[in-house]
């Protein structure tokens, strides 16, 4: 049983930076790549950041590149995810989500593509 927990939510200014994180439990973390969304309310879920198992192999929607940073440390079994220069619409609930694939090097940017999911962090930017 795969249990993954979103944390580092909340109201920030515009301009302004938050680190959440996602802290995975049930398997071998290391092995999956994982990847964040995101869903503002009355839209869709859509895709924001993933990262290999390895970490290598790293892609971000475009709206969030250059402004937002993925990476992992699987020692502690924790994938981050940095925000800076956060504008309004970035205002969403952000989710987390893990491959069940072992050690898939290519990066997953579809929510079909995730088998486990976390319960979300709300992150409000204000203007």
């Known amino acids: 049983q795969v249990q993954l927990v979103e944390s580092g939510g909340g109201l920030v200014q515009a301009g302004g930076s938050l680190r959440l994180s996602c802290a995975a439990s049930?398997?071998?973390?290391?092995?999956?790549?994982v990847g964040w969304f995101r869903q503002a309310p009355g839209k869709e879920r859509v895709f924001v950041a993933a990262?290999?198992?390895?970490?290598?192999?790293?892609d971000y929607a475009d709206s969030v590149k250059g402004r937002f940073t993925i990476s992992r440390d699987n020692a502690k079994n924790t994938v981050y995810l940095q925000m800076n220069s956060l504008k309004p619409e970035d205002t969403a609930v952000y989710y987390c989500?893990?491959?069940?694939?072992?050690?898939?090097?290519?990066?997953?940017?579809?929510?079909?593509?995730?088998?486990?999911w976390g319960q979300g962090t709300q992150v409000t930017v204000s203007s």
């Open positions: 989500a893990q491959s069940n694939i072992v050690r898939l090097n290519s990066l997953i940017t579809t929510i079909e593509g995730y088998a486990f």
């Open positions: 990262i290999s198992w390895s970490g290598t192999n790293i």
């Open positions: 049930g398997r071998t973390f290391s092995n999956f790549a």
